[in-house]
Protein backbone atom coordinates (compact mmCIF):
# COMPACT_ATOMS: atom_id res chain seq x y z
CA UNK A 1 0.00 0.00 0.00
CA UNK A 2 1.23 3.56 -0.84
CA UNK A 3 2.26 4.60 3.04
CA UNK A 4 1.21 8.00 2.03
CA UNK A 5 -2.40 7.02 2.08
CA UNK A 6 -4.66 6.54 4.44
CA UNK A 7 -5.42 2.25 4.15
CA UNK A 8 -9.76 1.32 3.90
CA UNK A 9 -10.08 0.86 7.55
CA UNK A 10 -9.12 4.65 8.10
CA UNK A 11 -11.59 5.70 5.50
CA UNK A 12 -14.50 3.74 7.03
CA UNK A 13 -13.58 4.99 10.17
CA UNK A 14 -13.55 8.41 9.01
CA UNK A 15 -17.49 7.82 7.21
CA UNK A 16 -18.84 5.66 10.37
CA UNK A 17 -17.66 9.12 12.78
CA UNK A 18 -18.93 11.70 9.96
CA UNK A 19 -16.60 14.43 8.85
CA UNK A 20 -18.85 17.51 9.69
CA UNK A 21 -17.87 19.91 12.17
CA UNK A 22 -19.77 23.53 12.59
CA UNK A 23 -22.09 25.11 15.05
CA UNK A 24 -25.74 24.59 13.93
CA UNK A 25 -24.91 22.52 11.36
CA UNK A 26 -23.97 19.35 12.61
CA UNK A 27 -24.44 16.67 10.38
CA UNK A 28 -23.81 13.03 10.85
CA UNK A 29 -23.18 10.22 8.46
CA UNK A 30 -26.39 8.89 7.30
CA UNK A 31 -26.74 5.59 6.74
CA UNK A 32 -28.39 4.09 3.18
CA UNK A 33 -32.07 4.32 3.49
CA UNK A 34 -32.79 0.47 3.02
CA UNK A 35 -35.05 0.23 0.65
CA UNK A 36 -32.56 2.61 -1.60
CA UNK A 37 -29.47 0.48 -0.91
CA UNK A 38 -27.83 -1.67 -3.57
CA UNK A 39 -27.23 -5.05 -2.24
CA UNK A 40 -23.47 -5.81 -0.41
CA UNK A 41 -22.47 -7.57 -4.04
CA UNK A 42 -24.00 -4.44 -6.23
CA UNK A 43 -21.91 -1.91 -4.36
CA UNK A 44 -18.81 -4.12 -4.82
CA UNK A 45 -19.71 -4.02 -8.66
CA UNK A 46 -20.17 -0.56 -8.58
CA UNK A 47 -23.73 -0.35 -8.75
CA UNK A 48 -24.99 3.62 -9.04
CA UNK A 49 -26.58 5.03 -5.53
CA UNK A 50 -30.13 6.16 -5.59
CA UNK A 51 -30.82 8.87 -3.14
CA UNK A 52 -34.09 10.15 -1.89
CA UNK A 53 -32.85 14.03 -1.31
CA UNK A 54 -35.71 14.71 0.76
CA UNK A 55 -33.49 12.91 3.42
CA UNK A 56 -31.19 15.98 3.18
CA UNK A 57 -32.02 18.77 5.39
CA UNK A 58 -31.01 22.66 4.39
CA UNK A 59 -27.56 23.01 5.26
CA UNK A 60 -26.77 19.21 6.15
CA UNK A 61 -24.70 16.96 4.18
CA UNK A 62 -25.66 13.34 3.70
CA UNK A 63 -22.47 10.88 3.25
CA UNK A 64 -23.10 7.48 0.88
CA UNK A 65 -20.31 5.34 0.17
CA UNK A 66 -19.62 4.27 -3.75
CA UNK A 67 -17.03 2.18 -5.08
CA UNK A 68 -15.40 2.04 -2.11
CA UNK A 69 -15.25 5.98 -1.47
CA UNK A 70 -17.86 8.26 0.41
CA UNK A 71 -19.81 10.41 -2.10
CA UNK A 72 -21.29 13.48 -0.09
CA UNK A 73 -24.42 15.20 -0.86
CA UNK A 74 -24.74 18.84 0.58
CA UNK A 75 -27.96 20.65 0.34
CA UNK A 76 -26.96 24.41 0.05
CA UNK A 77 -29.25 27.14 1.25
CA UNK A 78 -29.27 30.32 -0.77
CA UNK A 79 -26.86 31.58 1.66
CA UNK A 80 -24.09 29.37 1.32
CA UNK A 81 -24.96 29.61 -2.67
CA UNK A 82 -24.55 33.20 -2.52
CA UNK A 83 -20.77 33.09 -0.97
CA UNK A 84 -19.56 31.04 -4.27
CA UNK A 85 -18.94 33.99 -5.91
CA UNK A 86 -16.88 36.37 -3.21
CA UNK A 87 -13.79 34.61 -2.99
CA UNK A 88 -12.70 33.84 -6.60
CA UNK A 89 -9.60 35.47 -5.88
CA UNK A 90 -8.83 32.95 -3.14
CA UNK A 91 -8.81 29.72 -5.43
CA UNK A 92 -6.90 27.74 -7.19
CA UNK A 93 -8.77 26.65 -10.10
CA UNK A 94 -12.10 29.04 -9.53
CA UNK A 95 -13.30 27.81 -13.21
CA UNK A 96 -13.08 24.44 -12.55
CA UNK A 97 -11.05 24.46 -15.66
CA UNK A 98 -9.19 20.94 -14.26
CA UNK A 99 -11.32 18.02 -15.49
CA UNK A 100 -12.08 17.04 -11.75
CA UNK A 101 -15.46 16.99 -12.58
CA UNK A 102 -18.43 16.21 -15.50
CA UNK A 103 -19.10 18.92 -18.27
CA UNK A 104 -22.45 19.65 -16.59
CA UNK A 105 -20.90 20.31 -13.27
CA UNK A 106 -18.01 23.16 -14.66
CA UNK A 107 -20.20 26.17 -13.52
CA UNK A 108 -20.02 28.49 -10.44
CA UNK A 109 -21.54 25.52 -8.66
CA UNK A 110 -20.22 23.10 -9.59
CA UNK A 111 -23.49 21.20 -9.92
CA UNK A 112 -26.29 20.49 -11.96
CA UNK A 113 -28.85 22.06 -9.25
CA UNK A 114 -27.33 24.43 -7.17
CA UNK A 115 -29.02 23.98 -4.09
CA UNK A 116 -26.98 19.97 -4.42
CA UNK A 117 -23.46 20.11 -4.51
CA UNK A 118 -22.50 16.67 -5.17
CA UNK A 119 -18.65 15.39 -4.72
CA UNK A 120 -16.07 12.70 -3.85
CA UNK A 121 -14.88 12.85 -0.27
CA UNK A 122 -11.53 12.69 -0.78
CA UNK A 123 -8.67 15.28 -0.27
CA UNK A 124 -6.70 15.64 -3.77
CA UNK A 125 -3.74 15.56 -1.90
CA UNK A 126 -3.44 12.35 0.02
CA UNK A 127 -6.48 11.09 -0.20
CA UNK A 128 -8.00 11.91 3.82
CA UNK A 129 -11.59 12.80 4.07
CA UNK A 130 -12.03 16.55 4.69
CA UNK A 131 -14.65 17.82 7.42
CA UNK A 132 -17.66 19.73 6.61
CA UNK A 133 -17.09 23.16 8.17
CA UNK A 134 -20.29 25.64 6.51
CA UNK A 135 -20.33 28.08 8.49
CA UNK A 136 -17.87 31.18 7.42
CA UNK A 137 -15.48 32.76 9.45
CA UNK A 138 -14.93 30.13 11.95
CA UNK A 139 -11.99 31.14 14.05
CA UNK A 140 -10.09 27.90 14.27
CA UNK A 141 -10.40 28.12 9.84
CA UNK A 142 -9.73 31.58 9.26
CA UNK A 143 -11.09 34.58 9.47
CA UNK A 144 -11.59 34.71 5.45
CA UNK A 145 -12.69 31.28 5.74
CA UNK A 146 -15.91 31.47 2.98
CA UNK A 147 -17.65 27.79 4.26
CA UNK A 148 -16.68 24.37 2.91
CA UNK A 149 -14.13 21.68 3.66
CA UNK A 150 -11.36 21.54 5.72
CA UNK A 151 -9.20 18.59 5.49
CA UNK A 152 -7.21 17.93 9.40
CA UNK A 153 -4.22 16.06 7.92
CA UNK A 154 -2.54 18.98 6.16
CA UNK A 155 -4.32 21.69 6.09
CA UNK A 156 -6.23 22.09 2.50
CA UNK A 157 -9.42 24.18 2.28
CA UNK A 158 -12.36 23.55 -0.45
CA UNK A 159 -14.71 26.12 -0.79
CA UNK A 160 -18.46 24.45 -0.95
CA UNK A 161 -18.46 23.85 -4.38
CA UNK A 162 -15.00 22.18 -3.40
CA UNK A 163 -12.64 24.56 -5.16
CA UNK A 164 -9.63 24.40 -3.47
CA UNK A 165 -8.04 27.53 -1.94
CA UNK A 166 -4.83 28.61 -2.82
CA UNK A 167 -1.41 27.98 -0.86
CA UNK A 168 -2.57 24.62 1.10
CA UNK A 169 -0.85 21.13 -0.18
CA UNK A 170 -4.49 20.25 -2.44
CA UNK A 171 -3.32 20.73 -6.13
CA UNK A 172 -7.23 20.32 -7.39
CA UNK A 173 -10.80 20.89 -6.58
CA UNK A 174 -12.72 17.77 -5.23
CA UNK A 175 -13.61 15.66 -7.75
CA UNK A 176 -17.46 15.50 -8.73
CA UNK A 177 -18.57 11.99 -9.97
CA UNK A 178 -21.11 10.94 -12.51
CA UNK A 179 -24.68 11.61 -11.55
CA UNK A 180 -28.03 12.61 -12.97
CA UNK A 181 -31.68 13.25 -11.71
CA UNK A 182 -34.51 10.58 -12.21
CA UNK A 183 -36.44 13.18 -10.68
CA UNK A 184 -37.08 16.74 -9.24
CA UNK A 185 -35.64 15.28 -5.82
CA UNK A 186 -34.58 11.56 -6.96
CA UNK A 187 -30.69 11.55 -7.50
CA UNK A 188 -28.62 8.86 -9.06
CA UNK A 189 -24.86 8.43 -8.27
CA UNK A 190 -22.43 6.52 -10.36
CA UNK A 191 -24.54 7.19 -13.72
CA UNK A 192 -25.64 10.34 -16.10
CA UNK A 193 -27.65 11.13 -19.59
CA UNK A 194 -23.83 10.47 -21.07
CA UNK A 195 -22.73 6.98 -20.21
CA UNK A 196 -25.10 3.95 -20.13
S1 LIG B 1 -4.57 14.77 2.59
FE1 LIG B 1 -3.11 16.36 2.85
S2 LIG B 1 -4.33 18.11 3.07
FE2 LIG B 1 -5.75 16.58 2.74
Redesign the pocket.
Known amino acids: MDART?DASRRRLLIATGTVGGAGLVATAVPFVSSMAPSEAAKAAGAPVELDLGKVGPGKLLTVEFRGKPVWVVHRTDAMIKTLGKHEDQLVDPNSDQPQQPPYAKNPTRSIKPEYFVATGI??????I?LYRPEPGASDVGADWPGGFY??????KFDLAGRVVRN???PANLEIPIHMYLADTRLLIGKDKQKT
Open positions: PCTHLGCPCPCHGSVPA
